[in-house]
């Protein structure tokens, strides 16, 4: 299809939300799973069956020795840094274009964030940006693989393994990515998974972590139920860790929803790759840019719109495609992580603002300084991200309707601004 035979302004239709049933595949699957919870009586995961039967299945389909179920994605990624127990004042680098679960999870260790610029195209952690950061006390790295968009994993593994520090994958957005034929998840020490309402799957909230790694694997097991060391011969609590134990409500709706896990995402990318295709050409939008060698699984759409050309910047844009009935989010989160008030206020525990102040092995070391002029790509990047929402109920006729109303936004834009 090319730009010319899309018809203008065509009659509004409702697409399905990944807010409510019309656009989640909720059926008997997860009906049938449920009833078999409460019926049993048993609805916490210790001696229910579904939980444990969800960690085998999704340690099966990533081919990892193990999976451990928490609450949330950020319980996932609290209890991945955990697991690498680093000391506090310790360095995790991440990227400031992600949900602040991500972040938080290093913080509440007691490690300070420390972030790195992102690729203007990807949105994603480069090699070259990490390697920027990296201290003496770096502990961790978390990569994004954001919209469900692969990072370049190989140079990353390379540059961490080179300094002896795990990668934690954050897949929260990244179900069945792949990069280079391997699922992300898989390639680095952790892989955190996010149940979140508007997931690739859902069970409303949890989270999932999986490992190949034995002692990370026994420390998150640990971490997740208050570190008490169920059936070993003396056990005790033997850390300080939480309460982040999945019920078996949560673990019958995401087993039923992993056992769809293909097909789902297997619509995403169909439906995606219409709109790619339907957009080739438009001047002034550009289609997300999938990484080299690997697969974009689409949590999300996200375009870039480009100022220059379209005379309107993101925002903008967004409130004319608005008005065609296309909601969309321009610019992602609106301001990169750093400049939340937690960090530039630094929020932390009471007035302390621990880690960043009071911790002795710092001293001597330099402050902790979180400047925009650090993070050009990341910057330019926010500055013409729209975000799409995006589901696997969306049909052919969906996306046409989104085109039209994309090609029809920008040519209006173009013309005004005499580009055509
Ligand atoms: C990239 C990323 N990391 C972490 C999280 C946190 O997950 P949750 O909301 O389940 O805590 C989310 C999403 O919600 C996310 O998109």
Redesign the pocket.
């Given at each position: 299809m090319t730009q010319q035979t899309i018809k203008a302004k065509t009659q509004r239709i409702q697409l399905p939300s990944d807010g409510d049933a019309s656009g989640r595949s909720f059926g008997k699957e997860e009906m049938a799973l449920l009833e078999q919870v409460v019926r049993s009586g048993i609805l916490h995961a210790t001696k229910g069956t579904m939980t444990k039967q969800l960690e085998l299945e999704f340690a099966q389909v990533y081919s990892v020795e193990h999976c451990v179920a928490v609450t949330?994605?950020?319980?996932s990624?609290h209890t991945a840094v955990a697991a690498i127990d680093p000391e506090p004042g310790d360095e995790v680098i991440t990227t400031p274009i992600?949900?602040m679960?991500?972040i938080a999870a290093i913080l509440s260790q007691n490690a300070l964030p420390i972030f790195a610029d992102v690729d203007p195209k990807t949105y994603n952690l480069t090699a070259e940006t990490i390697q920027a950061k990296i201290t003496p006390r770096t502990k961790a790295i978390i990569v994004?693989h954001?919209f469900g968009n692969p990072c370049d994993m190989d140079p990353i593994l390379e540059l961490a393994d080179k300094h002896g520090i795990p990668v934690i994958e954050?897949c929260?957005?990244a179900y069945l990515t792949t990069y280079k034929g391997k699922l992300v998840g898989t390639l680095g020490a952790i892989g955190c998974f996010?149940?979140?309402q508007t997931?690739q799957m859902t069970a409303g909230?949890?989270?999932l972590a999986i490992t190949r790694n034995d002692s990370l694997a026994r420390r998150m097991r640990l971490f997740r139920d208050k570190a008490w060391g169920y059936g070993d011969p003396k056990p005790d609590h033997y850390f300080l860790a939480l309460n982040y134990r999945m019920t078996d409500l949560q673990g019958a709706v995401a087993l039923a929803q992993l056992r769809k896990l293909k097909g789902m995402v297997a619509a995403r990318q169909r439906t995606a790759g219409m709109l790619t295709e339907m957009l080739k050409g438009v001047e002034g939008l550009n289609p997300p840019r999938v990484t080299p060698g690997g697969s974009h699984t689409y949590w999300r759409y996200c375009l870039q719109a480009d100022e220059e050309i379209l005379g309107v910047d993101v925002n903008q844009f967004a409130l004319l495609l608005k008005e065609e009935g296309i909601v969309s989010a321009p610019r992602y989160i609106q301001k990169p992580a750093f400049q939340c008030d937690l960090f530039k206020e630094r929020k932390t525990y009471g007035a302390s603002q621990f880690p960043y102040r009071g911790v002795a092995s710092r001293q001597g070391l330099p402050e902790v300084v979180y400047d925009e002029k650090d993070f050009p790509n990341t910057m330019k990047a926010l500055s013409r991200a729209l975000v799409l929402p995006w589901n696997e109920r969306y049909t052919e006729e969906h996306v046409r309707y989104i085109a039209e109303n994309l090609i029809e936004t920008a040519k209006e834009c173009l013309k005004k601004n005499g580009k055509c």
């Open positions: 949330s994605g950020t319980a990624l992600t949900d679960g991500g994004v954001l954050d929260a957005q996010s149940l979140q997931k909230e949890g989270g």
